[in-house]
């Protein structure tokens, strides 16, 4: 049985930090396409950052560049997103997925596997 369990989130003032992680069991994060994605309210599900394969293949979306950094551990398979500047903007429920397609790695609707959510909220 996959699980995927975010944690890191909370509450912060604009300019400040937060590390997610994603810590995945019952699949090997090295093996997979794992994105993060963020949910604000009355949104749809959008992508924020991605990491696969062995070099690995990283990419973000343009508002989040030069702020968030994805990571992979690989031993403790676990995938991790530092976000940094963080503006009130990045408030939403954070989501950790997984996929086999990184050609679609953009869709959510291509992801299998689903964490389960973690609230960020950033105060002006």
């Known amino acids: 049985q996959v699980q995927l369990e975010e944690s890191g989130g909370g509450s912060v003032q604009a300019g400040g930090s937060l590390r997610l992680s994603c810590a995945a069991s019952?699949?090997?994060?090295?093996?997979?396409?794992m994105g993060w994605f963020r949910q604000a309210p009355g949104k749809e599900r959008e992508f924020v950052s991605v990491?696969?394969?062995?070099?690995?293949?990283?990419d973000y979306t343009d508002s989040v560049k030069g702020r968030f950094t994805i990571s992979r551990d690989n031993a403790r398979n676990t995938v991790y997103i530092q976000m940094n500047s963080l503006k009130p903007e990045d408030t939403a429920v954070y989501y950790c997925?997984?996929?086999?397609?990184?050609?679609?790695?953009?869709?959510?609707?291509?992801?299998?596997?689903w964490g389960q959510g973690i609230q960020v909220t950033v105060s002006s």
């Open positions: 997925g997984a996929t086999g397609n990184i050609r679609r790695f953009i869709d959510p609707g291509f992801y299998v596997y």
């Open positions: 019952g699949l090997v994060v090295s093996n997979y396409v």
């Open positions: 990491i696969s394969g062995s070099d690995p293949f990283i």
